[in-house]
Nanobody, 118 residues
Framework: VQLQASGGGLVRPGGSLRLSCVAS????????IGWFRQAPGKEREGIAC????????YYADSVKGRFTVSRDNTESTVYLQMNSLKPEDTAVYYC????????????WGQGTLVTVSS
């Protein structure tokens, strides 16, 4: 069971990146999905999530209007499209999947580094 993240790298301010996270060993469509990030010297913060029930999305104010979370259940893949990137978006990005129930089940990707710099 794992989430395998990819797509990070170095990008110039104003540029775009798409992060991917492939799920294996569990059925993604039953899980809420999300993306978190952790910048150097800061705590991990949640930036985007999508409900498994109705597709409702939530975005942190810092990324609203620039980032889009999505999924392809047939491909068991979670995406984070990041546009208009800023230097303050530099961080390690983590994908997350949660199934609500008893017990709650959480899976985390290993993290992928995004660096926004000229």
């Amino acid at each position: 069971v794992q989430l395998q993240a990819s797509g990070g790298g170095l990008v110039r301010p104003g540029g775009s990146l798409r992060l991917s996270c492939v799920a294996s060993g569990f059925t993604l469509r039953y899980y809420d999905i999300g993306w978190f990030r952790q910048a150097p010297g800061k705590e991990r913060e949640g930036i985007a999530c999508e409900s498994s029930k109705d597709g409702t999305t939530y975005y942190a104010d810092s990324v609203k209007g620039r980032f889009t979370v999505s999924r392809d259940n047939t491909e068991s893949t979670v995406y984070l499209q990041m546009n208009s990137l800023k230097p303050e978006d530099t961080a390690v990005y983590y994908c997350h999947a949660r199934r609500w129930g008893l017990p709650v089940v959480d899976y985390w990707g290993q993290g992928t580094l995004v660096t926004v710099s000229s």
